[in-house]
T-cell receptor
């Protein structure tokens, strides 16, 4: 595809449930990033992948959050035992290479609402 | 740790006028990259302009230009001939080369264009 694709665009779930958010990056982009954006705030870093491996997961708030990228392309962000405080827009971005002036290309995000 | 500060939560400008959005950052690195992203209500983050720290010349992209003051750690965005389509949230972002590739975003400035 031409851009970064995120599915679903909206997800409503009940407190305590498990959710998976999917990101399909631009073909050939080796670096993939997950951010969380709360209302009125800037994107907050969660994790980034270089290829298949998580190069930095220091932004994941706790062990309920986990992300994978098994084949170095599509990534899934997984949230266990969701809490109301997890409600936010989850943004995915990809980049040609890490640590460069290559810009991040963002998807439209997944708005997660935990009721 | 690097930080990015946008001190103007909201700004307004008359259509066709010029507006400047402020951004300051804190880092001990000498080499890095700076970006301005635009986020309209559609949620998609769009790259507006980028600057390499080693370049003294300020970046320009059509109506958008930056005033990069490395010693002052300041990176402001100037929008000339403001148009209604410029209304959006604007985020300043900082990126280090290679290692520790957590692109850090400011909290954003909401720009209103007055017709």
């Amino acid at each position: 595809g031409a851009g970064v694709s995120q599915t679903p665009s909206n997800k409503v779930t009940e407190k305590g449930k498990y959710v998976e958010l999917r990101c399909d990056p631009i073909s050939g982009h080796t670096a993939l990033y997950w951010y969380r954006q709360s209302l009125g705030q800037g994107p907050e870093f969660l994790i980034y992948f270089q290829g298949t491996g998580a190069a930095d997961d220091s932004g994941l708030p706790n062990d309920r959050f986990f992300a994978v990228r098994p084949e170095g392309s599509v990534s899934t962000l997984k949230i266990q035992r969701t809490e109301r405080g997890d409600s936010a827009v989850y943004l995915c971005a990809s980049s040609r290479a890490e640590g460069s002036n290559s810009p991040l290309h963002f998807g439209n995000g997944t708005r997660l609402t935990v009721t | 740790a690097q930080t990015v500060t946008q001190s103007q939560p909201e700004m307004s400008v008359q259509e066709a006028e010029t507006v400047t959005l402020s951004c300051t950052y804190d880092t001990s690195e000498s080499d890095y990259y700076l970006f301005w992203y635009k986020q309209p209500p559609s949620r998609q983050m769009i790259l507006v302009i980028r600057q390499e720290a080693y370049k003294q010349q300020n970046a320009t992209e059509n109506r958008f230009s930056v005033n990069f003051q490395k010693a002052a750690k300041s990176f402001s965005l100037k929008i000339s001939d403001s148009q209604l389509g410029d209304a959006a949230m604007y985020f300043c972002a900082y990126r280090t080369p290679l290692r520790d590739d957590k692109i850090i975003f400011g909290k954003g400035t909401r720009l209103h264009i007055l017709p």
